[in-house]
């Protein structure tokens, strides 16, 4: 969207359609179950892996209903938004934000390719996948944080579009 676009507020932002959905998976990652009962560390590193996982879910829940490049461009959108804001506010400064962006997005990318797998082929390849892109507080409990994992993946699957889409998530 151009500048004049949002200056004048000719043409609404197309993210804004994903926005809820956005803030669900924000809310989602946040649930202190995560970290108390699956022993994600509540550390910076843990709660960013968390979102990434709960996206990266998101994400492929969206692949499987198919033609929703869009809108799965539009979430990566609102993340890269969020992380750069989240950066800022943290003190780094414009030289570096950029590199770690494309760190964040490389990362992001290669858990949505290992859970993906992980997810369609054997529950031993998703634990390994945790292990090796989780920050957790005790390492033996990645078999917790899969199952659970799986349990939303799930619900996810059990959602519709545009339930998604208003940031509601099946029970």
Request: glycine share 8%; with cysteine.
């Amino acid at each position: 969207m151009s500048f004049v676009a949002r200056l004048f507020g000719t043409r609404t932002d197309p993210r804004e359609e994903w926005r809820a959905l956005w803030h669900r998976t924000v809310a989602e990652a946040r649930d202190p179950d995560w970290y108390r009962m699956c022993g994600v560390a509540d550390s910076i590193e843990g709660r960013y892996d968390m979102i990434t996982l709960v996206l990266t879910l998101v994400m492929l829940r969206l692949e499987d209903e198919g033609s929703m490049e869009a809108s799965t461009a539009r979430l990566t959108e609102l993340f890269v938004e969020d992380m750069e804001g989240q950066m800022r506010e943290a003190g780094i400064g414009d030289p570096t934000v950029g590199k770690k962006i494309t760190a964040l997005m490389e990362s992001l990318n290669g858990r949505i390719g290992a859970y993906r797998e992980g997810l369609r082929t054997d529950p031993k390849v998703l634990v390994e996948a945790v292990r090796r892109n989780v920050t957790m507080a005790q390492p033996d409990e990645a078999e917790a944080l899969v199952q659970r994992m799986a349990a939303l993946h799930a619900r996810l699957e059990r959602t519709g579009i545009e339930h998604l889409r208003a940031g509601e998530i099946a029970a």
